[in-house]
């Protein structure tokens, strides 16, 4: 079984920073995708970021790019998501996903394999 985590998500004024992260254990695995969506009250969960196991390709959505940034640690299996210029409409709950198929970099939330339990970003105006 695998388990993703997240961390790191808080409360942070319109304009400002926030790094989130997510980890991955539970079994030994290689060459997957890692990505990052969120979901506002109300809306459907929506693709964000990710990033294939190399770190070579990235791929953001539009209303991200430019702002925020994903990374990963494969020695630590770890995923992270930088996010600068904050707005009030990124507040959402932020979930990490896993995605063992090819291609590896994929926007839809039913072609990923794995996700995990979500962390709150909120961001006051």
């Known amino acids: 079984q695998v388990q993703l985590v997240e961390s790191g998500g808080g409360l942070v004024q319109a304009g400002g920073s926030l790094r989130i992260s997510c980890a991955a254990s539970?079994?030994?695995?290689?060459?997957?995708?890692m990505g990052w969506f969120r979901q506002a009250p109300g809306k459907e969960r929506e693709f964000v970021a990710a990033i294939s196991w190399s770190g070579g390709n990235v791929f953001y959505a539009n209303s991200v790019k430019g702002r925020f940034a994903i990374s990963r640690d494969n020695a630590k299996n770890t995923v992270y998501l930088q996010m600068n210029s904050l707005k009030p409409e990124d507040t959402a709950v932020y979930y990490c996903?896993?995605?063992?198929?090819?291609?590896?970099?994929?926007?839809?939330?039913?072609?990923?394999?794995?996700w995990g339990q979500g962390t709150q970003v909120t961001v006051s105006s």
């Open positions: 539970g079994r030994t695995f290689s060459n997957y995708a």
């Open positions: 996903a896993v995605r063992e198929g090819i291609p590896s970099i994929v926007t839809m939330t039913f072609q990923w394999d794995y």
